[in-house]
């Protein structure tokens, strides 16, 4: 069984910047979804994706997008970067539908944007 | 939304002894609460889950209680273990949708 996988593991921008996080699901699973963890917090829900759509959404601005495939990994997009942008990014792939499973998660990306 | 709120932020405890982490939460249709370990550098990795119609649910040394008309609930760990020091998360969903997370307790068990 092969887990979540994320890329790249670390990231330096620049504030104003765009950057493209990217994740594939554990095997097995159709769903995923997106966390922000600041230093020393829990992880902040982002957005869910299923079946290729935004299935939920959590208080972040537009500038943050997402992406899914038909294979069901992943992309996060944030736009005009910011310093408070300065995260781990956590992927979370799971199953939903007629069983749901609970959240498996990637290490992680970490972003610092300076 | 959702409020979820955690104590203690820091737990130390000798080896051997128990731990208990306590979460509350704030939407009665939340129906699912996981909790998560992260160790230092590491991807959170659930521990133990249970679902609103349970009210406890043990797995060796780990067991969570809740308590749906106070909307909270505990993670418990006995004998705790040098290895059990990390980081720990509660979280509640509503049908594994969105999952709000608390803010963390680190527990540190000394030898």
């Known amino acids: 069984e092969t887990g979540v996988t994320q890329s790249p593991t670390h990231l330096i921008k620049t504030r104003g910047q765009q950057v493209t996080l990217r994740c594939s699901s554990q095997?097995?699973?159709?769903?995923v979804s997106w966390y922000q963890q600041a230093l020393g917090q829990g992880p902040q829900f982002i957005f869910q994706?299923?079946?290729?759509?935004?299935?939920g959404r959590g208080n972040f601005p537009p500038r943050f997008s997402g992406l899914q495939f038909p294979n069901y990994s992943s992309e996060l997009n944030v736009n005009a970067l910011e310093l408070d942008d300065s995260a781990l990014y956590l992927c979370a792939s799971s199953s939903s539908g007629t069983v749901h499973s609970p959240l498996h998660f990637g290490n992680g990306t970490r972003l610092t944007v300076t | 939304g959702e409020n979820v709120e955690q104590h203690p932020s820091t737990l130390s405890v000798q080896e051997g002894d128990s731990a208990v982490i306590k979460c509350t939460y704030s939407d009665s249709a939340s129906n699912y609460f996981p909790w998560y370990k992260q160790e230092l550098g590491k991807r959170p990795q659930l521990i133990i889950d249970i679902r609103s119609n349970v009210g406890e649910k043990k797995d060796q040394r780990i067991a969570v209680t809740l308590n749906k008309t106070a909307k909270h609930f505990s993670l418990h760990i006995t004998e705790t273990q040098p290895e059990d020091s990390a980081v720990y998360f509660c979280?509640?969903?509503?049908?594994?949708?969105?999952?709000?997370f608390g803010s963390g307790t680190k527990l540190n068990v000394k030898p």
């Open positions: 994706y299923y079946r290729e759509e935004e299935n």
């Open positions: 095997s097995g699973h159709n769903t």
């Open positions: 979280a509640a969903s509503m049908n594994f949708n969105k999952f709000y």
